[in-house]
């Protein structure tokens, strides 16, 4: 069973940045698609952006154009950068691998979270 481990959250004022990782144990980490997801307090888990092994990339409308998923193979790492926080991107952010190359296929691993908090 693959282990994720994400880091790099955090408290950050609005409009500031931050950038997660989450590092996958073992092999055949590039074969996998990978993704975010996040929890605000009372609120349902959602996803907020995922990358397909081949590099394509997907956003949940409230973060596009200001979250970017990336990966790095070769360090079995994925990343999310996230520019001009709002006070509502507030959450637990959870890393997940998933069954396969593609982000249609659910997820079978995730990470412990990392914690975000946007607040002035």
């Known amino acids: 069973q693959v282990q994720l481990v994400e880091s790099g959250g955090g408290l950050v004022q609005p409009g500031g940045s931050l950038r997660l990782s989450c590092v996958a144990s073992g092999s055949g980490f590039s074969i996998y698609a990978m993704a975010w997801d996040r929890q605000a307090p009372g609120k349902e888990r959602e996803l907020v952006a995922g990358i397909t092994s081949s590099g394509n990339t997907m956003y949940a409308g409230a973060v596009k154009g200001r979250f970017t998923i990336s990966r790095d193979n070769a360090k079995n790492t994925v990343y999310l950068q996230m520019n001009n926080l709002k006070p509502e991107d507030t959450g637990v952010y959870y890393c997940?691998?998933?069954?396969?190359?593609?982000?249609?296929?659910?997820?079978?691993?995730w990470g412990q979270g990392t914690q975000v908090t946007v607040s002035s």
């Open positions: 997940n691998r998933r069954r396969g190359p593609m982000l249609t296929q659910t997820a079978d691993s």
